[in-house]
């Protein structure tokens, strides 16, 4: 595509933008809701607050929820096959030489051959 292509064709995306935006000025909803919020933003100024205290005041088991849960890290397992004396470390079940394993002796056989957890 040539810049001259590129142009035009942001040009024209532009003008659906500015259309669109003009269209939602004239709105009465949306200057209702800039409306309110600028009036709150400027009550959380006058007190000093941001948005996670107004969350935390009006829903106060919501900013429990809200923190990001992350999950505990794994524990690196170490593997040793007696057979082949090769050793594989992985922090989960779906490592491919583990699966072979599984596959060719048996899970049971496998998970004894765990040195570390």
Known sequence: MS???QYTELEA?????QSKIRSLETNKDLKT???FKQKIEEVMTKYGK?????????KPHASKT??????KPRK?????????????ETYGGNNKVL???KEEYGAG????????T
């Open 76 to 88: 690196l397992k170490i593997f040793k096959n007696p057979h082949s004396g090769e050793v594989v």
């Open 66 to 71: 809200m923190q990001k849960q992350s999950r």
């Open 50 to 58: 941001d948005a996670d205290d107004l969350v935390s005041l009006l």
């Open 13 to 17: 995306q532009l003008l659906q933008i």
């Open 109 to 116: 056989a496998v998970e004894d051959w765990l040195l570390t």
């Open 3 to 5: 810049l001259l292509d």
């Open 33 to 35: 809701e800039l409306e």
């Open 99 to 101: 699966r072979e394993w």
